[in-house]
């Protein structure tokens, strides 16, 4: 059953939709995930999630280490061979900290779209939210994925997810109805502020 305040979300993102439609190239396949994955992150903040950056910044902090050092190795004031000790351990550096890039990714991030923190008052008995999603090239089904940002926490709940075609979602003119999205979006949030926690359904 929808609450007040979620029928309300919903009616009043209705009518703001019809002023400021979302719109999309329905040919596109990595716009119309971007123009999904963004509204979600919209929703779900909309919820009382505020998003978790700090993912982000460390995946920035670390890109901006090997800007610098690919700059150093280019710009040193010696040229080869003099300096061939420095190259090598630039191309040292610059492998150890891609290695270290491509890990945080492929085992943290993975398909994810948002991080966030636990709820306003819910620190102790919840967790942030990892949502990520996943839209195959040459396929229409949109796959959303809400799990725990912290799986081995006590209080992380089961992992939740739908896959549903696109075309319910846009119109034959590449407008998104966000009222059926929103609708649908938050159906999985409320599923999965209800589902057991993990420990409890092992």
């Known amino acids: 059953m929808?609450?007040?305040?979620g029928t309300a979300t919903i009616n009043d993102n209705t009518s703001s939709?019809?002023?400021?439609?979302?719109?999309?190239?329905l040919l596109d396949h990595h716009s119309i995930k971007h123009l999904l994955d963004e509204s979600v992150t919209e929703i779900v903040t909309n919820r009382g999630y505020s998003e978790d950056v700090r993912m982000s910044n460390v995946r920035l902090l670390i890109g901006a280490i090997i800007i610098i050092i690919a700059l150093f190795a280019q710009f040193y004031n010696k040229k080869f061979p003099d300096n061939r000790n420095f190259l090598i351990g630039c191309i040292i550096l610059y492998v150890v900290f891609n290695g270290i890039l491509q890990l945080?990714?492929?085992?943290?991030?993975?398909?994810?779209l948002l991080f966030t923190y636990p709820p306003a008052g819910s620190a102790y008995n919840s967790t942030g939210l990892m949502v990520s999603s996943k839209l195959p090239r040459?396929?229409?089904?949109?796959?959303?994925?809400?799990?725990s940002a912290d799986p081995k926490s006590i209080s992380a709940k089961s992992t939740v997810e739908f896959t549903k075609s696109v075309t319910k979602w846009f119109t034959?003119?590449?407008?998104?109805?966000?009222?059926?999205?929103?609708?649908?979006?938050?159906?999985?949030?409320n599923e999965y502020a209800k589902a057991k926690d993990n420990k409890k359904s092992k």
């Open 17 to 25: 939709a019809i002023k400021n439609p979302k719109k999309t190239n």
């Open 2 to 5: 929808a609450t007040a305040t």
């Open 104 to 112: 945080i990714i492929y085992t943290k991030e993975k398909n994810a």
């Open 138 to 147: 040459f396929s229409d089904m949109y796959t959303l994925t809400i799990a």
């Open 172 to 189: 034959k003119d590449g407008v998104l109805v966000e009222g059926l999205f929103w609708k649908d979006v938050e159906g999985l949030v």
